[in-house]
């Protein structure tokens, strides 16, 4: 990965490759108070208990921000000086094999990062953000300001 870690690198070996890309984006990133590769350590370190995770910014159900694209085009970059994935919400699809086991385990880790907020979302919500598919979903949110 971005920081040359070779333990973290052979880490990867098993996450697919989506996932892999997300780690990195992650990791490549640090903004106010999220320290990206410390939190993609600590994913990788107990990737055991989660089953993916994605960075993004959050929404509503009616309210799509597609404010990253607008900040990944060359014009923004040329203006700017650099590129910006603008991003501030971390989510965790929590494991729910063992799942008591797991949701807590992954809060405490999550405590560590100096999020701003930190909880999980509403069943409903989650499946609903999810697609459905899953009986019972446990995603995790981390929002840093």
Do not use: H
């Not at 990867?12 to 780690?23: A, C």
């Not at 910006?84 to 880790?109: G, P, Y």
């Amino acid at each position: 990965m971005y920081n040359r870690n070779n333990r973290i690198n052979a880490q990867l070996l098993d996450i697919p490759l989506v996932q892999r890309l997300n780690l990195q984006l992650m990791e490549m990133v640090s903004f106010n108070k999220f320290d990206g590769t410390q939190v993609v350590k600590d994913l990788l370190d107990y990737k055991d208990i989660w089953e993916s995770c994605v960075m993004d910014r959050e929404s509503t159900f009616d309210n799509i921000s597609l404010i990253k694209l607008r900040d990944m085009g060359r014009e923004m970059v040329e203006r700017i000086g650099y590129p910006i994935w603008n991003v501030d919400t971390l989510f965790i699809l929590v494991n729910t094999k063992d799942a008591s086991e797991n949701i807590e385990r992954m809060v405490t880790i999550a405590k560590e990062w100096n999020a701003d907020e930190i909880d999980y979302l509403p069943k409903e919500n989650a499946q609903k953000l999810l697609g459905g598919g899953l009986e019972d979903p446990k995603v995790l949110r981390v929002f840093w300001d």
